[in-house]
């Protein structure tokens, strides 16, 4: 992924696969929009409107933190009026929603699409992969995590997509570990299961510490826990 430049801080683009979609370059990621919730994530992608500032909302979510962002820095960030953004979305729940929606489909299944056949080198990209863009200066943890650790976390719309990206972290991790066992890369003592949901757990802890603080010495700690968990250290 790309970076941005704000006030003179870098942080990593998460809209840089999101302006793809409406440049026509990546039609993967139109379809996995497709058919989307209630919100108005699945006509996004061809709403020239809607997809810009649906990008920029995400990318002030991300950057600043959902609760702290207000109406005036998104109408700011988006161009559009009051009015204007109330049509697109009615509540800023609902642009909660599309937001990590959008930031599920093109930043986080991106990390996920490093484990393709499983095994020892999946795990290992997988992680090296989320630890390099962890140490980028301006990180400031996982979106959707963030966002389902904190107010609108209540939300059902929120509550869904982050359920459903959690059991998919969760499976993904699963297969890759027990393919490793399957090919006797490593032990079968481990049960896969059990150390995909600690992942997951130490993922939730990675973005909590960096949306504080990024990178430090105790994410990096738990980097190493992680790879340690999995065999791959």
């Known amino acids: 992924m790309g970076r941005i430049e704000d006030n003179g801080r870098t942080m990593m683009d998460a809209g840089s696969l999101a302006e793809a979609l409406t440049s026509g370059k990546s039609e993967v990621a139109k379809d996995s929009l497709a058919g989307e919730g209630e919100h108005g994530t699945a006509g996004a992608a061809n709403n020239p409107i809607q997809l810009p500032a649906l990008r920029k909302a995400m990318e002030l979510f991300w950057e600043r933190g959902v609760e702290s962002t207000s109406y005036a820095q998104i109408i700011n960030a988006t161009g559009l009026s009051r009015s204007a953004l109330r049509r697109l979305w009615p509540n800023k729940a609902a642009l909660v929603v599309d937001a990590v929606t959008l930031y599920r489909r093109v930043v986080l299944e991106a990390h996920l699409s490093t484990i393709n056949r499983g095994g020892k080198d999946d795990l290992f990209r997988f992680w090296s992969r989320l630890e390099r863009e962890a140490r980028r200066q301006g990180w400031a943890g996982c979106l959707l995590f963030r966002a389902a650790m904190g107010t609108y976390g209540a939300d059902d719309g929120?509550?869904?997509?982050?359920?459903?990206?959690?059991?998919?972290l969760h499976d993904r991790v699963r297969?890759?570990?027990?393919?490793?066992?399957?090919?006797?890369?490593?032990a079968m003592s481990i049960n896969a299961d059990v150390v995909a949901w600690q992942c997951v757990s130490i993922i939730s802890m990675i973005s909590a510490l960096g949306a504080n603080s990024g990178y430090d010495a105790r994410v990096e700690r738990l980097f190493e826990t992680a790879r340690a968990s999995c065999g791959v250290s």
């Open 158 to 168: 929120v509550s869904a997509v982050f359920g459903a990206y959690v059991e998919q």
């Open 175 to 186: 297969f890759a570990l027990r393919e490793a066992q399957r090919t006797g890369e490593i």
